[in-house]
């Protein structure tokens, strides 16, 4: 069974600096991977995937993440952190069983960003 | 396009009573999946139903349950409620041919 590790349940960063949120993964088959933005009180928003090709993906808000198979890894960094980035992040893969499809989440971290 | 809908936003419920969460998928997506969040356990999938037929399941008890009808529009039933129930419960709907999950803002459910 795929499994995604998220090391930090919070990080910090003041505002302008590098945001690094790191997520790793557990998968017997080439993975599918997402990250997610939880803002409070709402639901999941898609932020980027990774299914097949480049390995470095762009998402929404200036987020990009980048796919390292020799480290099961898929790490989110957006360069300059603002304000409205403070939210919850998830990564996620995507486990596949007779033509569903579920995804197995990590436990998420909690990003803060000082002023 | 409207995004995914449920209702309703909030809930109150006692122990023992039962409750029905309604979630209208995205306009032409035929999937739609169940998701319960707790700060304990994190997000944890429930099941997933297509074109009205379940097709996966995740690890609850008999007490949840769901259905999905033809206009996709889905509803999750969990019966004998308990404490432990009392979670944000998302939905999230995709068209069934890519892998990308889109939620709704999901329903808060608490148990006292």
């Known amino acids: 069974a795929q499994s995604v590790t998220q090391l930090g349940s919070h990080v910090s960063v003041s505002e302008g600096a590098l945001v690094l949120l790191r997520c790793n993964y557990s998968?017997?088959?080439?993975?599918?991977l997402f990250w997610y933005v939880q803002y409070p009180n709402q639901g999941l928003q898609l932020l980027l995937k990774?299914?097949?090709?480049?390995?470095l993906v762009k998402g929404i808000n200036g987020f990009e993440a980048e796919f390292k198979k020799s480290e099961t890894s898929f790490h989110l960094t957006k360069p300059s952190a603002h304000m409205s980035d403070a939210a919850e992040y998830f990564c996620?893969?995507?486990?596949?069983?007779?033509?569903?499809?579920?995804?197995?989440f990590g436990k998420g971290t909690k990003l803060t960003v000082n002023p | 396009k409207a995004g995914v809908t449920q209702t309703p936003r909030y809930l109150i419920k006692t122990r023992g009573q039962q409750v029905t969460l309604s979630c209208s998928p995205i306009?032409?997506?035929?999937?739609v999946s169940w998701y319960q969040q707790t700060p304990g356990q994190g997000l944890q999938f429930l099941f997933e139903?297509?074109?009205?037929?379940?097709?996966n399941k995740g690890n609850f008890p008999g007490r949840f349950s769901g259905r999905q009808f033809s206009n996709s529009r889905s509803e999750m039933n969990v019966s004998t409620l308990e404490l432990g129930d009392s979670a944000l419960y998302l939905c999230?709907?995709?068209?069934?041919?890519?892998?990308?999950?889109?939620f709704g803002p999901g329903t808060r459910l608490t148990v006292t």
């Open positions: 990774y299914t097949t090709g480049a390995t």
């Open positions: 998968s017997s088959v080439p993975p599918y």
């Open positions: 999230a709907s995709r068209p069934g041919t890519v892998y990308e999950q889109y």
């Open positions: 996620a893969v995507s486990e596949a069983q007779a033509g569903s499809e579920k995804l197995v």
């Open positions: 139903y297509f074109s009205e037929t379940q097709r």
């Open positions: 306009s032409g997506h035929r999937s």
